[in-house]
């Protein structure tokens, strides 16, 4: 059909373009006409515009006052055509309709209808549908719901109905249980993993662990994935696992098999640091700063006469951070190392060597020093008469100074009389020059013999 229009107003309307209009208003001739009568309009137009398609009359009047023209908007003179192949399909608390695409251009949406009874009346289920789809969850199981779907145009013009499609949703099963489990033990943790569930509606899996065959099981965190890794263990166990699934129904499977598996600690203790060595009257005191590890169980202390080693061990199983070396001997040098071992037997790095030499306690003397210039000569007997008859020097140089003192008689009682007198002072000459008896404790009889003696100053490095 086309109408025409002038200033807002319909002057006729014809269903065929070639023929005439049928006169609602005065007839009106645009341009010239060589025929009498009616009203002929000799001016000029503004404007002219068609449409191939029909405009609300609402829209011409806002156009003769000056509205904008919508000719971005289309009107089409049909609706779209109903949707074809629906189907309804019955599922765990749910239908899925599907249908297939409208090739309208101009297609806006679709709208799901829904009813009871089979032919219907059919209600509003969805509007705006934009996919040719649609799953309805608003349903009870075992009620058979029947649907039909209609297409909307931009025009807003709705299709006919589609044919009907009913289905029933049925009541949700539990998902399978988990297969094919396996676990692998590790330094304090256990790896677990499993095949992957196929159900559409798998929410997560629950992992159970036990460390008895028989349980009981005791569930843990949850895993969206088929694996999981179980730190909360400890070293040297033994565990059982075995996993469920759970849909989005909360609805729990079957236990998967139960598997075994041991945790092995590999990972053995940082090595000590710290080590020191203090030498003393044959031992020597070791101590190093203590370990962190909380599966620490005991030190090892190695001991060598070489630098660098190889190093024997000294001491096994030391609990503390220290250990004294009572069977070192004076005068030896001796290297330490240290390492640390754990509760599964895992042993670490040795420590940095440190050295130590036990020495006597006391001053380096050379025997029957006197005068403490580091030799015996003749100036030593002389220093030995002077303090006896003289009374120079006051003092002996040991201890107290006088000659009863313990560390003078060790240094000056040349005979081993246990007394420091004149007769040390003639021995130590005799030696000098008549090849007499050399000092007790001068083990080299060359009068060089540096010895450590409580309560002397240090003048030689024996």
Same mark, same amino acid.
């Given at each position: ?30 341009? $010239?006409?060589?025929?009498? =009568? ?45 949707? &074809? ?55 009870? !199981? ?12 931009? =025009?807003? /013009? ?38 992957? /569930? ?6 997560? @899996?629950? +992992? ?11 569930? =843990? ?13 400890? /070293? ?20 998967? #098999? ?11 203790? *940082? ?9 003393? #009257? ?6 190093? #700063?203590?370990?962190?590890?909380? *599966?620490?169980? !005991? @030190? ?13 061990? %000294? ?34 790095? $040795? ?23 580091? $030799?015996?000569? +003749?100036?030593?007997? &002389?220093? %030995? %008469? ?18 009863? #003192? ?9 005979? =081993?009389?246990?007394?420091?007198? +004149?007769?040390?002072?003639?021995? !130590? ?11 007790? %404790? ?10 450590? +003696? ?9």
């Amino acid at each position: 059909t086309v109408e025409l229009w002038f200033d807002g107003e319909k002057l006729g309307e014809t269903a065929d373009v070639a023929g005439p209009f049928t006169q609602s208003q005065p007839i009106i001739f645009f341009g $010239r006409d060589s025929r009498l =009568g009616g009203t002929q309009f000799s001016g000029k137009l503004d404007d002219i515009a068609m449409w191939n398609v029909a405009l609300a009359p609402a829209e011409i009047e806002a156009l003769a006052s000056g509205a904008a023209a919508p000719s971005d908007v289309p009107f089409p003179d049909e609706p779209p055509a109903a949707p &074809q192949v629906v189907t309804a399909t019955g599922e765990e608390n749910r239908v899925t309709v599907d249908w297939a695409d409208n090739v309208e251009d101009d297609l806006a949406s679709y709208t799901v209808y829904r009813s009871t009874t089979m032919g219907g009346p059919h209600d509003v289920l969805a509007m705006d549908v934009s996919e040719s789809i649609y799953v309805d969850t608003d349903v009870t !199981s075992g009620v058979e719901y029947c649907y039909v779907v209609t297409a909307v145009d931009q =025009g807003g /013009n709705e299709s006919d109905q589609s044919g009907e499609a009913c289905g029933t949703p049925v009541e949700p099963t539990a998902p399978a249980a988990p297969t094919g489990l396996a676990a692998v033990g590790g330094d304090a943790v256990v790896q677990l993993d499993w095949d992957d /569930n196929t159900e559409d509606d798998l929410a997560f @899996y629950k +992992i159970y662990r036990s460390t008895d065959p028989e349980g009981p099981f005791v569930t =843990g965190p949850q895993s969206d994935v088929s694996e999981f890794e179980d730190r909360a263990v400890q /070293n040297n166990r033994t565990y059982y696992y075995y996993v469920t699934a759970v849909d989005m129904s909360d609805l729990e499977s079957d236990q998967s #098999d139960v598997v075994e598996v041991s945790t092995d600690d590999t990972l053995a203790p *940082d090595a000590p640091a710290g080590l020191a060595a203090t030498a003393g #009257d044959a031992r020597v005191d070791l101590d190093w #700063d203590d370990n962190t590890e909380d *599966d620490l169980a !005991s @030190y090892t202390v190695y001991r060598s006469t070489s630098m660098g080693g190889p190093h024997d061990v %000294l001491a096994a199983g030391v609990t503390e951070s220290a250990h004294a070396d009572e069977s070192a001997e004076n005068g030896t040098t001796y290297y330490y190392v240290v390492s640390a071992t754990d509760t599964s037997g895992n042993e670490s790095n $040795r420590s940095a060597e440190v050295v130590a030499t036990p020495q006597e306690p006391g001053g380096g003397q050379v025997v029957f020093d006197c005068n403490q210039d580091g $030799r015996m000569d +003749i100036s030593d007997p &002389q220093c %030995l %008469l002077g303090f006896l008859f003289l009374g120079t020097p006051e003092l002996l140089p040991c201890g107290n100074g006088l000659a009863v #003192d313990e560390a003078n008689t060790r240094l000056m009682d040349w005979n =081993g009389d246990g007394r420091v007198d +004149i007769s040390d002072a003639t021995a !130590s000459l005799g030696w000098l020059f008549l090849g007499g008896p050399p000092h007790v %404790l001068d083990t080299g009889a060359n009068g060089t013999t540096c010895i450590r +003696i409580v309560g002397c100053d240090d003048i030689c490095t024996p």
